[in-house]
């Protein structure tokens, strides 16, 4: 499987969206269910966003509501 190919566990609710390849040293929560993962030389590797559904697939289909009625 592709690494940077933007991952979503239905099961689980969360959606990994990869950035660049590396050893993960430390992952940092910058909000409530999101995370960054931070690599060997502080770069940004990943992002995890639990409760993806609710977070980020209900605004997505309401923005495309919007843009329907308009």
Known sequence: MDKNIIRYDKEEDILYIPVKEGSV????????????EIGQRDE????EIW?????IFAELFK?????KAS
């Open 51 to 55: 409760q993806a559904r609710k977070k």
């Open 25 to 36: 040293k430390d992952t940092v929560e910058i909000a409530d269910d999101i995370f960054i």
């Open 44 to 47: 940004i590797l990943g992002i």
């Open 63 to 67: 923005s495309l509501e919007e843009v």
